[in-house]
């Protein structure tokens, strides 16, 4: 008797938990949706917009120019310095090597070379050019003495170029 009562117990608690509704007889609660979700109460309205119109739209800043415009600070450490050129011969991480390598072109150079450290790379950058057609020329110099170059824009010494 006692197990029979168990059964039936078991089988009515099953039956509860696998009821479904049928068609129409949705056991829907207040705030769902038909697929069950929770529904938010709308706001009251939204808030404006503010669109900021302009009569024209913003023009394209050219670089460049704004680079060859540039004159450095007149501090202490840049006295007598301006916007120029230098011919890069080598980035490397390693310390070592960039010193060799300066070394390297100071002897075969009549130029001064500068070992440059810009986190996390060391350059070796030769030469205090005013223009680019100056860069050029001393590229193709440097080029002839065995070295793989480029054309970068840095911070010159005019006076060391006038040595």
Do not use: W
Not at 75 to 85: I, K, P, S, V
């Amino acid at each position: 008797m006692r197990a029979a009562l168990i059964i039936f117990l078991c089988a009515i608690l099953l039956a509860g938990c696998t009821f479904l509704p049928a068609a129409g007889q949705r056991g829907e609660r207040k705030g769902e949706d038909e697929a069950g979700q929770l529904v938010l109460p709308e706001a009251e309205s939204a808030p404006p917009m503010v669109v900021d119109e302009k009569a024209d739209p913003p023009t394209k800043t050219d670089y460049h120019a704004l680079a060859d415009q540039y004159q450095p600070e007149e501090t202490a450490e840049n006295l007598g310095r301006q916007r120029g050129y230098r011919v890069q011969i080598l980035t490397t991480q390693n310390p070592d090597i960039a010193e060799e390598i300066k070394n390297n072109a100071s002897n075969k150079l009549d130029r001064p070379v500068y070992r440059i450290y810009d986190p996390p790379y060391y350059k070796v950058r030769v030469g205090d050019c005013l223009s680019h057609e100056q860069a050029e020329e001393l590229e193709k110099d440097v080029r002839k003495a065995g070295f793989e170059t480029f054309i970068v824009r840095d911070i010159v010494e005019p006076e060391a170029n006038e040595k």
